[in-house]
């Protein structure tokens, strides 16, 4: 079983929102722990759209999510959340939450590499039609 479940994807219009969360699972504590929400869609690359540091004192967001998407966590519920406003239809995706230890820190965090994070959840799906 994947350390990391994401939820809260769906089908939405344009312009609405989701909330999407990703959880801890099986004894993986998120609080030492950085995590980047990322996004996949058909024929393209994985991209990080928003990561958030262990503490929550250092957040980034990709250039097409920014003053749209907002990223949060909730150590106490081993929870981070990605609330996604103003949805559009190029945000359609499988979106994928991700973890590494902060021990691990390093000067790439803005561009979100998806090599630097080796705890990964299952996807969940975000489709934004009208």
């Known amino acids: 079983q994947e350390p990391l479940v994401e939820s809260g994807g769906g089908l939405v219009q344009p312009g609405e929102s989701l909330r999407l969360s990703c959880v801890g699972s099986?004894?993986?504590?998120?609080?030492?722990?950085?995590i980047a929400w990322f996004r996949q869609a058909p024929g393209k690359e994985r991209e990080g759209t928003a990561f958030?540091?262990?503490?929550?004192?250092?957040?980034h967001y990709a250039e097409s999510v920014k003053d749209r998407f907002t990223i949060s966590r909730d150590d106490a519920a081993n929870t981070v959340y990605l609330q996604m406003d103003s949805l559009k239809p190029e945000d359609t995706a499988i979106y994928y939450c991700?973890?590494?230890?902060?021990?691990?820190?390093?000067?790439?965090?803005?561009?979100?590499?998806?090599?630097?994070?080796?705890?990964w959840g299952q996807g969940t799906q975000v489709t934004v039609s009208s």
């Open positions: 991700a973890a590494k230890h902060r021990l691990y820190s390093n000067s790439r965090e803005d561009r979100m590499p998806p090599h630097d994070y080796p705890y």
């Open positions: 099986s004894g993986f504590t998120l609080d030492s722990y950085a």
């Open positions: 958030i540091s262990d503490t929550g004192g250092t957040i």
